[in-house]
């Protein structure tokens, strides 16, 4: 069904689009409950100083499946830039040293220098199902986090496909999840620049600018695992790629167990202190 409850805080859902948007397609769990509990118990196992509250949540019976909605955008983005360009080239150099039996001795090394050029270019990239938080719960950093989700496997929907798992209604609206989408696209469009459009050895100076065209955008519902427990500074969510296994979330430090450390490694210090002083006490 589909829940008008919010999978994160478990409060109720403040509906940002009609409640007949359609959905375009919904990727299936290729991950059980039984996996998710054992990646979120590795998640969990290099976190020491997490409350036990938290490490609790690595049961199976604490997780629980949820369709989340997603916007998946289509994008053309057009950049423009500028930069300089380094090209590397080497030159002997002659110089001296004193060598082992102190000696003064000439040699030669090779010394790296840089000539820069100016260049500047345009790039346009297509973007093809950028994929956006719809749920007000899922903080969009996180949402990041979880990706990749293989939308190649999502099936046109149907409510059969929900087979009696929960999907949250999306609670982020267009013109929000919008601004977010071109926003990221922006700067990945950037970041594609540097990574495989310039030229030469190195560079300097980039600049860029991007214009982000918003194409296509459909809702699709993904799959994810959830355990959401309550604590005093607020709801702590631990999210399972249900796709890949990907963990994500925020686990708090439990003050108890840091002042254990703490106490332990007074201790230690402590008692290495005593045995050293015993020991030069015997010499």
Known sequence: MISAVCAFCEGPLVLAQSEAEPIDRIAPFL???RAAAE??????AQRYLAPEVVRRASTPDALRPMFVPFYAYDAVAHTSY???IGIYWYRTETYTTTDSEGKTVTKTRQVRETDWHPL??????????HLVSASVGLAEAHANALEPFDLGAAMPWSPALLAGIEAERPTVDHDTA???AAGEITELAGAEISASHLPGDTYRDLQWRTRCDLGEVRLVLLPVWIAVFPSPGGPIQLLVNGQTTEVVGTVPTSVPKVIGAVAAVVLLLAGLTLLFSTIGGLW
């Open 120 to 129: 500047q270019g345009s790039h346009v990239s297509q973007w093809r199902d």
């Open 82 to 84: 500028r930069a300089e």
């Open 178 to 180: 919008s601004q977010t």
């Open 31 to 33: 991950v059980d409950r």
């Open 39 to 44: 990646a979120l118990s590795d998640f969990l």
